[in-house]
Structure formats: structure tokens, C-alpha cells
């Protein structure tokens, strides 16, 4: 029996995402899976370490935001790493330290 350490309700959100990684010269598009107030769960092309450092940039639809599209940089830690082979693709869960709304 595995027990439930998430402190906050998680909403399953396809949203596109830009992560900065370290060492990268410039933003990987992504998708998130879901996301909470606290963090967030995304998909990413390219293998990041546990413990990293990332910048994200999600984009809030109007459906969420009801009124237009609100973008939210913000800054954290990849706290789980999850390697999906077959898809060549990295499952990264991510803590939000510090977000900042985009005019």
C-alpha cells in the first residue's frame, strides 16, 4: 500500500510549457501532465538529472484564466526523473520555488 505525500489537489492539464535547462542554450518546448499549486509534471524530449535547476514558462489558456492566455515564468527544481523509453521522452516532476505572472 503506497501512501499519498502530495500536500495540494493536481489538475490534469495538457499546457504547453518552454524549459530552460542548464547548459542549454535556449528553451525546450514542451507539454505539461498535470500541474498543482506547488508544482508541476511535464514531458520533455531530452534527459535532465534529478536535483536540476530549471526555468519553465507555462502558458495559462482562457479557459483557465477567463479572460486571454497568461503566461507564468517560473523557477525550480526537478525533484523526480523518469526515463520513458520507448517514447524517448523524460517524465519530470518538478517543484515551483518562485513564479512571477507576465504582463
Do not use: W
Amino acid at each position: 500500500m503506497t501512501s499519498e505525500r502530495r500536500g495540494t489537489r493536481r489538475f490534469a492539464l495538457r499546457l504547453p510549457v518552454a524549459v530552460h535547462l542548464p547548459d542549454q542554450p535556449g528553451p525546450i518546448d514542451a507539454e505539461t501532465k498535470d500541474v498543482s499549486a506547488r508544482g508541476v509534471y511535464f514531458y520533455l524530449p531530452d534527459r535532465v538529472e534529478q536535483g536540476a535547476t530549471l526555468e519553465f514558462l507555462l502558458t495559462l489558456p482562457p479557459e483557465i484564466t477567463l479572460t486571454d492566455n497568461i503566461q507564468v515564468r517560473c523557477r525550480g527544481r526537478a525533484i523526480r526523473v523518469e526515463h520513458d523509453q520507448p517514447n524517448q521522452r523524460t517524465g519530470v516532476a518538478a517543484i515551483i520555488d518562485d513564479y512571477q505572472f507576465l504582463a
